[in-house]
């Protein structure tokens, strides 16, 4: 998560590297754009505060840059700032906008950029909402609106390396990140989880598409492969933030996760002790911890613990698997 003081550095050391760049004279933008949003994003305009429907829009989805399509930012960063602006919290990477300062009409203010187009989309502040403090305060002429049918579903499991490891798998499933759920404080490091003192459990972001894999199948994976019965604790590690959660993020969710937990219920001796909370924030963990099984699958943790919950996982849900993991889970 970007904070105040990382877009400072951005803009005075120098800006992240977008993935690509797109580089076109302004004869060539002129004729691909609008009047409206050449004037906007390619001569650094602003549009009328209230101008444009997109402040009370909240729909699920992205927010792509109108000159080149890179995707900018995420519907669920979207906030109400009552500026007349959309405005957001985070950009959806790190490296999507680039940050300049701006002395221009007697005021220091950050310009914010299309990182790979360098257009033009409004400026930075540190006014907005806990836990980032950002705010994006955007013209809505510079932004498109990209329809997603991708959901999140945020579980937790024992130990994120096996979590992650899991789910990564799936068919359906595009990105599996893993973080800090539940807790109370921001931004906690992995030290501090593992004192068991913030409440937070290990927890992974799963990004899916609904299409392909339901939520429900991703709740019968989840309380398959890992021990719901046992409270905060998975095997050997110990602690609650090693506990079995599962967040939900509306109530038609919960109602999903409290039937699959009663379809489950038989199959288990003990009670099903997992914990049913509202999604609140994810905290993402160290770079380290993502991919964790992919980069150290010679470690001993992984060989010892996360080898054959996936032998037996690939066992039970080949049929869900990605294509390229069915060929492997016949050798
Ligand atoms: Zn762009």
């Given amino acids: ?90 950009p959806v990477t ?29 400026h930075v502040f540190p006014d907005g909402p806990k836990p980032g403090g950002l705010r994006y305060c955007m013209n809505a002429v510079a932004l498109k609106k990209v329809e997603s049918n991708e959901r999140k579903a945020t579980f937790g499991g024992g130990c994120f390396w096996c979590t992650e490891a899991v789910f990564t798998l799936l068919k359906g499933v595009s990105r599996v990140e893993s973080g800090y759920s539940g807790g109370n404080i921001d931004n906690p490091t992995y030290r501090e989880v593992c004192s068991g003192m913030t409440g937070h459990a290990e927890v992974i972001e799963v990004t899916y598409d609904p299409d392909e894999i339901s939520y429900a199948d991703l709740l019968r994976i989840h309380l398959s492969t890992h021990n719901p019965t046992t409270l905060n604790r998975q095997g050997a590690d110990a602690g609650t933030q090693y506990r079995s959660v599962i967040f939900y993020r509306n109530e038609k969710e919960k109602g999903i996760v409290q ?67 069915k060929v492997k889970a016949d050798e």
């Avoid at 797109?22 to 060539?28: P, Q, S």
């Avoid at 203010?109 to 299309?114: A, G, K, Q, S």
């Fill in 94 to 122: 790190e490296n999507a906008i680039a940050y300049n300062k701006d002395v221009s009409h007697g005021m220091v203010r950050v310009e914010t950029v299309c990182n790979t187009c360098d257009a033009h989309l409004g």
């Fill in 259 to 325: 039937s699959v937990i009663g379809e489950m219920q038989p199959a288990y001796g003990d009670p099903i002790v997992t914990e049913i909370a509202p999604f609140e924030q994810l905290y993402k963990a160290e770079a380290y911890h993502q991919d964790y099984y992919a980069n150290n699958a010679e470690q001993g943790y992984c060989q010892a613990v996360i080898d054959p919950k996936l032998k037996k996982f690939k066992e039970l849900f080949k049929s869900k698997l990605k294509d390229t993991q």
């Fill in 1 to 90: 998560m970007l904070k105040w003081i990382d877009i400072v550095k951005f803009a005075n050391n120098g800006n992240p590297m977008p993935t690509e760049k797109v580089v076109k004279t302004n004869e060539e933008w002129q004729r691909l754009l609008t009047p409206e949003q050449f004037r906007i994003t390619r001569l650094k305009g602003t549009e009328r505060s209230f101008s444009s429907e997109m402040c009370s829009l909240f729909e699920p989805g992205k927010y792509a840059c109108v000159c080149c399509g890179t995707l900018l930012f995420d519907a669920a960063e979207k906030f109400e700032s009552g500026t007349g602006w959309p405005s957001f919290t985070q």
